[in-house]
């Protein structure tokens, strides 16, 4: 059995559970399955009425940042799915790290989640942090909310983060993407019907799901900042990435996309088992090295 095998036996060891306190449950327990390592130190944080966990490992800078959104389809995940993602990305780029407990939908819908991460941003930004010295990432919901995030500074005119690194990021809540059909029988994770109950909970009708804050795909991305995207083969959004990537080469940003071949939905979230999340940390890593700077941020949006 390969590795990538034994994670889609974990993931199918249960039954999909039904209800959203069982779901985020079931995202708890599969994503925390192997803890940080015991060398990261994790502090909890309250970033303005927004909850949140520092992380630094040994040797990483404490003046620049990762700001981490996780995924979970606006619906699922915490802190506490992704840690070992989370912590370990931090190490690969030498940051330390602010994993945010955004509110949930369906408790709370569009446009709660965006407010969190903006509270979260503006925390960052009063500790003294620059805004060159930021990388803001995330996976699936947390990828839309990163682009969601710089669009909403963009258009304040405020300066943006020096990067933004999207893991298997869901773009378009219009589910239009021709991958939901084509990669449907091998994607362990993510099916149109989930998608769609996903949508519903977080922004439901009759809000308009071609707002660029709600689906980032259809937003102008003149401006942005270079963006790292990372996205398996075998997912039901691999279309999701490949046409933001599409989108925002065509708008002369700085974009890398990698298709990992094999690779399921969010799979770097599960390296400590799996070779090529380690490895897909360590690009992303040194993505963030390359841009994360100690010093105040010639980037502005273009408006201002």
Same mark, same amino acid.
């Given at each position: 059995?390969?590795?990538?095998d ?11 559970p *039904?209800?959203w306190?069982?779901?985020r ?5 599969v994503?925390s399955?192997?803890p ?12 303005d009425?927004? %909850? ?11 003046s620049r ?5 996780h ?6 995940g915490?802190? *506490?799915?992704?840690?070992r993602l989370?912590t370990e990305?931090?190490?690969? %780029?030498g940051?330390?790290t602010?994993?945010i ?17 903006l509270?979260a941003?503006?925390?960052l930004?009063?500790q ?5 010295s930021?990388?803001?990432?995330g ?6 909310l990163?682009l969601? =995030? ?6 304040a ?8 690194w =999207?893991?298997?990021?869901?773009t378009? =809540?219009t589910i239009?993407?021709?991958?939901? %059909? ?8 993510i099916?149109?019907?989930y =998608?769609?109950e ?13 707002n ?12 942005f900042?270079?963006?790292l ?18 989108a ?10 990698? *298709? ?5 939905? $969010?799979?770097?979230?599960w390296? $400590?088992?799996?070779?090529a999340g380690?490895?897909?940390l360590?690009?992303a890593?040194?993505?963030?090295? %390359? ?5 105040e ?6 408006i201002?």
């Amino acid at each position: 059995m390969t590795e990538i095998d034994a994670i889609r036996a974990l993931l199918s060891s249960q039954p999909r559970p *039904v209800g959203w306190a069982q779901r985020r449950a079931r995202l708890d327990e599969v994503g925390s399955t192997w803890p940080p390592a015991p060398d990261v130190a994790c502090t909890p944080v309250d970033c303005d009425g927004v %909850a949140g966990e520092w992380s630094l490992a040994p040797g990483s800078a404490t003046s620049r940042v990762l700001l981490y959104f996780h995924g979970g389809g606006y619906c699922s995940g915490s802190i *506490v799915s992704h840690r070992r993602l989370v912590t370990e990305a931090g190490r690969a %780029a030498g940051l330390r790290t602010l994993a945010i407990e955004y509110r949930r939908a369906p408790e709370h819908p569009y446009p709660a989640a965006h407010e969190d991460a903006l509270s979260a941003w503006r925390f960052l930004r009063r500790q003294g942090i620059a805004a060159a010295s930021i990388a803001v990432g995330g996976d699936s919901a947390g990828g839309n909310l990163t682009l969601g =995030l710089i669009n909403r500074l963009r258009a304040a005119g405020e300066d943006l983060p020096a990067c933004a690194w =999207l893991i298997s990021p869901w773009t378009d =809540l219009t589910i239009s993407g021709a991958t939901l %059909a084509t990669r449907d029988a091998v994607d362990p994770l993510i099916h149109t019907a989930y =998608l769609t109950e996903l949508a519903d909970a977080y922004a439901p009708p009759p809000v308009d799901r071609r707002n660029p804050m709600i689906s980032p795909l259809f937003a102008d991305f003149n401006g942005f900042p270079p963006i790292l995207i990372q996205v398996g083969s075998a997912e039901t959004l691999l279309a999701d990435a490949t046409r933001l990537a599409e989108a925002a080469g065509a708008a002369d940003v700085d974009v890398t996309l990698q *298709v990992w071949p094999h690779m399921i939905h $969010a799979w770097p979230v599960w390296n $400590a088992r799996l070779e090529a999340g380690r490895r897909a940390l360590t690009d992303a890593g040194q993505f963030m090295q %390359a841009r994360v700077f100690d010093r105040e941020s010639p980037r502005k949006s273009p408006i201002s």
